[in-house]
């Protein structure tokens, strides 16, 4: 999705990941569990953060855990909001070595999440891919 705030600007945006409904999609990834009677102050933060704009929507969301099945609070980008884009790979890499907002470099974002699922062992090739394109062309 394009970040006008966080990794890029209205002028000039960036682009950030965002979960996206797909007919049999899956995401992989980490699930937080809030500290019992930390949940009011941990959910101010998240919508906070995460609603910065009308891009997403708040959503509970099936998920499958070492402990088992169970629901999480999701983050799912509206795709008829202005900031939902699907675009090609090369456009992607060109607008994130370029882009920058108020939480930083658009590339710093990419590099940073790439490494974090390499930590957690979660291969993502488009990512890789993107990645390292990035990395030629800042």
Not at 18 to 26: C, T
Not at 89 to 96: F, H
């Amino acid at each position: 999705m394009r970040s006008i705030h966080h990794r890029g600007t209205v002028e000039n945006p960036g682009l950030v990941l965002a979960l996206d409904r797909a007919e049999g999609g899956r995401c992989t990834g980490v699930a937080f569990r809030v500290t019992s009677g930390h949940e009011a102050a941990t959910l101010s933060a998240l919508r906070e953060r995460e609603l910065v704009s009308s891009a997403y929507l708040e959503m509970t969301l099936p998920v499958v855990t070492e402990a088992g099945a169970l629901e999480a609070l999701a983050y799912v980008i509206d795709p008829d909001h202005e900031q939902y884009c699907q675009l090609d790979r090369e456009e992607q890499a060109q607008i994130i070595a370029a882009a920058a907002g108020g939480r930083g470099r658009n590339r710093d974002y990419l590099w940073s999440t790439t490494a974090h699922l390499a930590e957690l062992g979660i291969a993502d090739p488009d990512l890789e891919w993107l990645a390292a394109r990035v990395r030629v062309l800042a």
